[in-house]
């Protein structure tokens, strides 16, 4: 029951309730209060044998034991100041504690902020809530706020109060269902988790802190206390210019990595930040990409999610170091050069007891309706971005992800299965919107927002969306109806492609559209080619493996769709290991077949990958008009019979010819019209001996033939398995 100010009828019953935990307002009965023109101070330390009240001027007075760890003191008005100072000195059976009272505190989280919570439109909102060392009344220790509105009592609990949720109950901040406290002597460092009663009076078991900015590594599943000290970027020429880096028609070459797997240490651990830096870095140097795109780094409970089932959506995963180690690794990233994009999960999170899942003894992050709330798929929760506080939350971490860190785009996770309320399910197991539809409003609202919010606080940061299905408009601007996202996975030209190329050559001549249907879309959006982790993993086999034929030829139709796909028009993205032609599937308990990588074949795709990267940067016509028709050209898209398809890309000053012979038949004087005369220099040839090919080609170039008036053409040798990349030279 609460007691209030100076108003203490039934001392037992205090204490009874203290004793019991069931003490909703503990700052009523505890702390300093005026009494009939006396100070009374109260302290409930259960465990402790003696407390002090240690006053101004090197004064102090015991406070009485009355019972169950409950002390009182009452003071003379002369002995303390209005509002009281002074600090406890608590006898325990192992040490002597001095430290000022929690309870002598006053307020913490101010009006705006408490409003801003309230109304679901605080986007720095990690900021006000989670633990925060700070100084207040020149007292030093960590202010803790948590969002649990239906919560009858909220405790933090760690070490430094043996996990007992009696003794730093918190306050309850009625308009905005806020819980705070602030507890003096506490650092970073410090593991601590909430413990809630329930809104029907069960105590739950101890909650993370869905706030927090460090956890404990798995399995342990603390939340951290952080320093909150500013890191020293050193970035500032990369934030100058990554806009121009990321653009539209930049050349954007992404290297997708899960960074536990990517390579492990000298001892076979998971590698920190520091050490991935050191090998990765340097390696994507080499290899020429742009971009690294991490697999989620958020900490996440179950490394077999791959980071996909996170928990905590502010904090950088302590499996590789602190947030600042995570910090200093995207420091260094830019200062190479790199872009880093992360993958980020607001579609749902998974149903562990010390996460989201009924944080306040209700259906607080979640639907309660499981047909609204349950992904079946993945067995996980569905944030209720319907609930503004919700919808405020999972949007701050977005945000927090690009101010913190200086991160330059999110690749958002399954964005398919937040736009459609009926996604993976049969009719029976969703409810319709407000409209009777099937799309979910809520979700189509918070995306909108998300990507406006990037613009406008990040306007050279980019979000990128996977969306596999024909929804309208993912990266038209919001203004015109769209979602507003700066790029799409394009998951229909993986999915044609990817097919075609597991074909037996026979037989690929009667699917030729799979591998030009894409062009009738291609401009609808603003592509990303993905070949990402999702290929190669739940027996869907490696790349390589998927190729038919026998060794000799897998490895030449991996090496011709490579090509194909840096010459098509669209981002480029492709999974770790694929560089290097792994023959296993990935598997995120080791790391990549590192092994293979020095042997002929393998190497081969890899230096191929290099100088696709390469001739990719070096030429605009390959990229510079990716979302524009302008910049590409079929010249033979009908050759089903040979399975030869060919085009031109272009710019302003560059022709690109592109033609890909996809059967392990030569060619021999393959005309091709070109629209311009003069030589064309080959600059790829997947079938060079350097790649591991036959090393059959044009003798580095070829020049056009006139066919009548100003109709030219070339005669190409068309190696098997291949395809070439032949600029024009003027």
Excluded at 99 to 124: C, N
Excluded at 561 to 569: D, K, L, R, V
Aim: proline content about 5%; glycine content about 8%.
């Amino acid at each position: 029951m609460p007691v209030h100010d100076a108003d203490v009828q039934d001392i037992e019953l205090v204490i009874d309730a203290l004793r019991n935990g069931c003490q909703v307002d503990p700052f009523s009965v505890l702390g300093p209060h005026r009494l009939a023109g006396r100070w009374v101070i109260r302290a409930f330390l259960p465990g402790a044998l003696s407390v002090e009240a240690m006053l101004a001027g090197g004064k102090s007075q015991a406070l009485t034991l009355l019972r169950d760890g409950f002390f009182q003191g009452d003071f003379d008005q002369d002995d303390l100041p209005d509002p009281p100072a002074y600090h406890l000195r608590i006898a325990w059976p192992d040490r002597v504690q001095e430290v000022e009272d929690p309870y002598a505190f006053g307020l913490l989280l101010g009006d705006a902020d408490l409003r801003l919570i309230a109304e679901g439109a605080h986007l720095e909102i990690d900021a006000c809530l989670g633990a925060h060392c700070v100084n207040i009344q020149g007292a030093r220790g960590v202010r803790f706020a948590v969002w649990a509105p239906n919560a009858r009592r909220v405790s933090v609990v760690g070490d430094f109060n043996s996990w007992d949720g009696r003794r730093h109950v918190m306050r309850f901040r009625h308009a905005a269902g806020v819980w705070e406290i602030f507890i003096p002597g506490l650092a970073a460092g410090e593991a601590y988790k909430f413990e809630i009663v329930g809104a029907d009076g069960d105590l739950l078991a101890h909650k993370a802190d869905p706030y927090a900015r460090a956890a404990e590594r798995a399995p342990a599943t603390a939340s951290i206390v952080t320093d909150g000290l500013p890191f020293i970027w050193h970035d500032q020429e990369w934030m100058a210019e990554r806009g121009r880096s990321q653009a539209v028609n930049a050349a954007i070459s992404i290297y997708e990595v899960h960074a536990s797997s990517w390579l492990r240490n000298e001892i076979g651990e998971v590698p920190s930040w520091d050490e991935l830096a050191d090998r990765l870095l340097p390696y994507m140097a080499e290899q020429r990409f742009t971009h690294l795109e991490l697999l989620p780094i958020m900490e996440h409970p179950f490394g077999g999610s791959w980071g996909y089932q996170p928990l905590g959506l502010f904090a950088p995963s302590s499996s590789y170091g602190s947030p600042s180690d995570f910090a200093r690794f995207i420091d260094r990233c830019h200062q190479a050069g790199l872009g880093v994009i992360l993958d980020w999960v607001p579609a749902h999170f998974p149903g562990d007891e010390h996460g989201l899942v009924r944080f306040d003894g209700t259906a607080l992050y979640e639907y309660q309706d499981p047909r609204e709330g349950l992904h079946q798929d993945w067995n996980t929760l569905i944030y209720n971005l319907a609930r503004p506080q919700v919808s405020n939350f999972v949007m701050a971490s977005g945000l927090a992800w690009l101010r913190r860190f200086h991160i330059d785009g999110l690749r958002v996770d399954a964005v398919a299965s937040m736009l459609y309320r009926d996604y993976s399910r049969k009719d029976g197991q969703w409810l319709p919107n407000t409209y009777g539809g099937r799309e979910n409003l809520e979700a189509v609202a918070f995306l909108r927002k998300l990507n406006q919010e990037v613009r406008r606080q990040f306007p050279d940061a980019i979000t990128i969306a996977e969306e596999s299905t024909t929804w309208p408009g993912v990266t038209a601007p919001v203004e015109q109806g769209g979602l507003g996202f700066h790029f799409k996975w394009n998951m229909g030209w993986m999915n044609d492609t990817l097919r075609y190329m597991q074909r037996d050559p026979l037989f690929r001549k009667h699917h030729h559209q799979d591998m030009t249907f894409g062009m009738t879309y291609a401009y609808s959006e603003r592509f990303v080619l993905p070949l990402s982790h999702d290929e190669v993993v739940h027996e869907k086999r490696s790349l390589l493996s998927k190729m038919p034929g026998d060794e000799w030829q897998r490895f030449a139709n991996l090496r011709a769709y490579f090509a194909f796909m840096w010459a098509y028009p669209g981002k480029k993205l492709l999974f770790m290991g694929g560089e290097i032609a792994q023959a296993t599937e990935w598997n995120h308990d080791t790391q990549l077949a590192w092994n293979e990588a020095g042997q002929a074949m393998p190497g081969g795709v890899q230096k191929l990958v290099r100088d696709l990267n390469d001739v990719y940067r070096s030429l605009p016509a390959l990229y510079l008009h990716d979302a524009d028709p302008e910049g590409f050209q079929w010249l033979i898209a009908n050759d089903d019979h040979n399975s030869v398809f060919a085009f031109m890309r272009r710019d302003a000053n560059q022709r690109v010819l592109v033609i890909s012979n996809m059967t392990p038949v030569l060619h021999t004087g393959y005309v091709v019209k070109v629209p311009c005369a003069g030589r064309w220099r080959e600059i790829i040839n997947t079938d060079a001996s350097d790649y591991g090919g036959s090393g059959l080609g044009n003798g580095g170039e070829v020049r056009t033939i006139e066919r009548g008036d100003q109709i030219w053409h070339v005669e190409l040798l068309l190696p098997p398995l291949s395809t070439l990349l032949l600029a024009w030279q003027d």
